[in-house]
């Protein structure tokens, strides 16, 4: 468990190692990259100028009020101890919200992208894979419109999820007494799982796997995907190293000995 949480965090530096090393990776991993932090920044940008509007918007439709009043009916004392209370429930709730509001800027920014760059991001993985097992078969199919297409609706779906179950599982954050597991716990381990099984998945679709065995994959890679998707965590950092996650997120698929069950297109 150890070694995989660490291999997750250093991710980084081994894509980095590999990257300089293979100069034919350099195309597939620089032109999505760029592309999508194009769309990161225009979403991220346009969150923060509408900041407060979309607060209250969102604010309307959760139980904000009821939740701070009951976190404030816990703290009976008057004087300034109350008013320091107050401040500290309200305004941590506010802050929760507005980094739920950019995280999910973040992530809109990166689903878009993605529907223009799945394919990318799957040819190198493909040639992540077939240079590390060195055996001289292609994995993926050519590059046409269809390929496109396909990739484009697979990264809508991994999107949605990846968007709206930690959402799902936040919004339990504002019930009283177990709110604060859901929100603090449970819902950034999901993102981070579903971030780190988005970016193997790339490797996953150029092999053409099955769900099924992509659900035992993940669950086997379960502590390395974990660590490795914290970086979603890091804002337009975690955009201009996305690269080097991919790269070593499809290098630990394709090192990774044949798992019992996996009937996919696995060499």
Not at 71 to 97: D, H, Q
Not at 116 to 123: A, D, P, Q, S
């Amino acid at each position: 468990m150890i070694k995989h949480i660490s291999q997750g965090l250093t991710s980084p530096f081994a894509g980095y190692r590999m990257l300089r090393q293979h100069r034919s990776l350099w195309f597939w991993a620089l032109a999505p990259a760029l592309i999508t932090l194009m769309f990161v920044m225009g979403t991220l940008i346009w969150a923060w100028n509408h900041l407060q509007w979309i607060t209250v918007k969102l604010l309307e439709l959760l139980p904000f009020e009821q939740t701070v009043q009951f976190l404030l009916e816990t703290e009976r004392s008057g004087g300034w101890w109350k008013r320091a209370w107050e401040g500290l429930v309200s305004g941590s709730t506010l802050f929760l919200v507005k980094v739920l509001i950019l995280g999910g800027a973040a992530i809109l920014g990166y689903v878009l992208a993605a529907l223009i760059c799945g394919t990318l991001w799957e040819f190198l993985s493909a040639g992540v894979m077939k240079i590390v097992r060195n055996d001289g078969k292609d994995v993926g199919g050519p590059f046409t419109l269809r390929s496109v297409g396909v990739a484009a609706l697979r990264e809508l779906g991994k999107g949605a999820l990846l968007f709206l179950i930690p959402l799902i599982i936040a919004l339990f954050s504002f019930l009283p007494v177990v709110g604060l597991f859901f929100g603090s716990i449970l819902s950034p381990l999901c993102a981070a799982f579903l971030f780190g099984f988005a970016l193997m998945d790339y490797g996953f679709s150029a092999e053409e796997l099955s769900i099924s065995d992509r659900i035992l994959l993940g669950r086997k890679h379960f502590f390395y995907l974990t660590s490795l998707g914290l970086y979603v965590f890091l804002p337009i950092l975690n955009v201009l190293i996305l690269p080097l996650l991919i790269i070593d997120a499809s290098a630990q698929h394709a090192k990774a000995p044949v798992s019992e069950g996996v009937s996919g297109n696995r060499t």
